[in-house]
DNA sequence: CGCAGATTTCAGAGATCTCTGAAAGTTTAG
DNA sequence: CTAAACTTTCAGAGATCTCTGAAATCTGCG
């Protein structure tokens, strides 16, 4: 078994996105395949890798909550499937890069004066990361809401 | 003159967030100083870089809008400046990422068949990267007019 | 308790990316 | 047109990141 090309193809988006090759790799294994669930095996034979960076790859993606590990009775391997809503809970993690922005903002204005021209750009800059940081996750309430009422 | 702990902070934070290290200082160097614009030189000196890098980062600014050239009548050298709405632009920017991944996962769609476990998955992601695509380009736009009626 | 299968860790090889600095190119003043 | 000031290009050094594969660890069955 080995990844299709749209699957790779999608994998490189990711990648694109700041994740990892492999991760990514993984990612879209889990998401092409036809079967409920996948073992890190199957993953590894499926990616074309070594063990270690399947390993280090669900490792990630259950971190940071696209995938989750299922409890597989009778069978001493682990397995892994795509969790529901795993692609607004991505957006969401991005939402932590927008808050950073926000406070080094902040930080800028009080280091700079509110009253200097540094002061007023940055002034900018905060008022627009508040305002995404407000937004965003409405957005994705809205998403996941819209999807649970159908 | 040098890079203030606040603006390299904020460079650090736009490195998180896939911009390149030189150019990120540069963009800093930018946003916090207390001129109107600013030349190569000055920011050379300023981010403490070879004008080779220096070059090499105003051409990806420019390039994605964040700053622009200012005309500079009576002098040789170049000037730059942040744009106005360099922020909203930025986020635009990134839009492009979410209609690569609706992209995609339409051509998952196509080669795995709607009606399989594979095609339902990335029948999910593509309407979140459809519904994204349709609405962050009018919270943006929503900013910007908030932003002129000031 | 001990073994077999499965997973995780980690050091080092290899690949990739970034930065520098010098040479080439460009622009404007004189 | 020439020269000086400034900018861009680019090859290679150096730094960083990623992946592999083997050893160590874990898990659950007999």
Request: net charge neutral.
């Amino acid at each position: 078994m080995v990844l299709s090309e749209p699957a790779e193809r999608l994998a490189l988006a990711l990648t694109e996105g700041g994740m990892q090759r492999m991760t990514a790799r993984v990612l879209a294994a889990l998401l092409f395949t036809d079967q409920e669930t996948m073992t890190a095996g199957d993953l590894a034979e499926t990616v074309g890798t070594s063990s270690g960076s399947v390993s280090a790859a669900v490792k990630s993606l259950t971190g940071v909550g696209l995938i989750e590990r299922v409890p597989a009775p009778g069978s001493r391997r682990e397995h892994f499937r795509m969790r529901e809503y795993a692609w607004a809970t991505l957006m969401s993690g991005q939402n932590r890069l927008v808050k950073l922005m926000m406070d080094v903002a902040d930080q800028g204005i009080a280091a700079a004066g509110a009253d200097t021209p540094g002061g007023r750009r940055l002034t900018e800059m905060r008022d627009f990361y508040a305002y995404l940081w407000q937004r965003l996750p409405e957005l994705i309430d809205n998403w996941k809401a819209a999807r649970a009422g159908r």
